[in-house]
């Protein structure tokens, strides 16, 4: 009988209590959860070369996570890192930087889209050069020195802001 009762004040009043406390954040927990850390992305020594517009990206609030390289260095007969997948809190695009500043060579154009396939003509002074079909809307920005790709419509928006700043 002593038992049965022991568990019942146990469960009554024990259990709800610990579970209550546990609940509760200290001042100092909900103080620290409020700061936002600063970026702390080191730049990878084979794309020190565009470290200029990799911190302009920051400035801008694209935080980047990740870099590596794209397979789109054949498209601009760029350098094989020269072409950078970037992956951002933002979304997921690529830059590519040309070395020799020829981006106002380039226009892209879209050709033909069907709901399941965007094609889009790469030309280089007028002439076509490459075709780049994907499978969803893409959007791509073009100054001097770089060139940026993305489906992120909203991304879109940021990348040529700092594109369009000259800040390359």
């Given amino acids: 009988m002593l038992r049965n009762t022991w568990l019942i004040?146990?469960?009554?009043?024990?259990?709800?209590?610990?579970?209550?406390?546990?609940?509760?954040?200290?001042?100092?927990?909900?103080?620290l959860n409020l700061q936002k850390p600063p970026q702390t992305f080191a730049i990878p020594s084979e794309y020190t070369h565009a470290k200029d517009m990799l911190d302009s990206l920051t400035k801008?609030?694209?935080?980047?996570?990740?870099?590596?390289?794209?397979?789109?260095?054949?498209?601009?007969?760029?350098?094989?890192?020269?072409?950078?997948?970037?992956?951002?809190?933002?979304?997921?695009?690529?830059?590519?930087?040309?070395?020799?500043k020829n981006g106002k060579d380039y226009t892209i154009v879209k050709m033909e889209e069907n709901g399941r396939r965007f094609i889009y003509s790469i030309r280089k002074n007028g002439e076509p050069e490459q075709i780049y079909?994907?499978?969803?809307?893409?959007?791509?920005?073009?100054?001097?020195?770089?060139?940026?790709?993305?489906?992120?419509?909203?991304?879109?928006?940021k990348l040529k802001k700092v594109l369009n700043t000259g800040k390359s």
Avoid: W
């Fill in 9 to 31: 004040f146990c469960l009554l009043y024990i259990v709800p209590l610990s579970t209550a406390c546990s609940k509760t954040e200290s001042p100092v927990t909900k103080e």
């Fill in 60 to 100: 801008e609030g694209i935080e980047i996570k990740e870099i590596r390289s794209s397979n789109h260095s054949a498209l601009f007969q760029t350098k094989l890192n020269y072409s950078m997948l970037i992956k951002s809190e933002s979304g997921d695009f690529t830059l590519i930087h040309l070395g020799n």
């Fill in 133 to 157: 079909d994907t499978n969803a809307e893409t959007y791509f920005n073009i100054n001097e020195e770089y060139i940026t790709i993305t489906q992120s419509k909203d991304l879109n928006k």
